[in-house]
């Protein structure tokens, strides 16, 4: 399976094992998730939830991803995540953002997330401390008393090349509501 050795847009093993072991004795969960890129998270998830749900802006990575990581149970949406109406998706367990980056982005998928979802059992937020935006956004919630942190998953050093090159920082972090 692809990673982010060969593909720096999307995650590590660690990171996808992470989740995996995380999620393994609680009752089977529902996912949606935020920035779906070819797929290649989504599908290593598939098999440890009841149900995945990508979103999606590109064509051709929601072309990739029928063709190479369709699976029973996932699905991809091609949904602007900034723009469309999150009503229109369905309810899930946990929701897993690895969009935009930026502070702005970033918060607005957390703001986006809590109000469609406000009974939330999860966030796992990807590139947690690679990108400055993401980490400060989950500093702002924890601090605020909103989320807390339930476990740091993935890389804590990243591999040279990564667009970031923020080396020796956490890819990921999982919370819950307080
Ligand atoms: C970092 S990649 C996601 C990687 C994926 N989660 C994985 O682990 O393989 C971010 C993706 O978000 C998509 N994206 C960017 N802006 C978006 C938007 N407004 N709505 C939905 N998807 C968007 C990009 O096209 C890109 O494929």
Redesign the pocket.
């Known amino acids: 399976m692809i990673d982010i050795h060969d593909d720096v847009?999307?995650?590590s093993a660690k990171m996808r094992n992470d989740i995996v072991d995380f999620c393994k004795d609680k009752e089977p969960m529902s996912m949606l998730?935020?920035?779906?890129?070819?797929?290649?998270?989504?599908k290593y998830l598939a098999p440890y939830f009841n149900k995945i749900i990508g979103?999606?802006?590109?064509d051709e990575?929601i072309e990739f991803f029928n063709i190479h990581c369709k699976v029973e149970n996932n699905e991809i949406r091609k949904?602007?995540?900034?723009?469309d109406d999150w009503k229109t998706l369905p309810e899930v367990d946990i929701v897993?953002i690895?969009?935009?980056h930026s502070y702005d982005g970033c918060k607005m998928d957390v703001t986006n997330t809590l109000k469609r979802y406000p009974n939330i059992k999860y966030i796992i937020f990807?590139d947690y401390e690679v990108w400055e935006g993401v980490r400060e956004v989950v500093t702002e919630f924890v601090t605020e008393g909103i989320l807390k942190i339930e476990k740091l998953i993935g890389l804590d050093t990243l591999i040279g090349g990564h667009p970031s090159d923020r080396k020796g920082k956490q890819e990921g972090c999982i919370v819950s509501l307080v």
């Open positions: 847009f999307t995650c998730e935020i920035g779906t890129h070819k797929g290649y998270t989504n979103t999606e802006i590109l990575h949904f602007n995540v900034y723009y897993f690895d969009c935009v990807d």
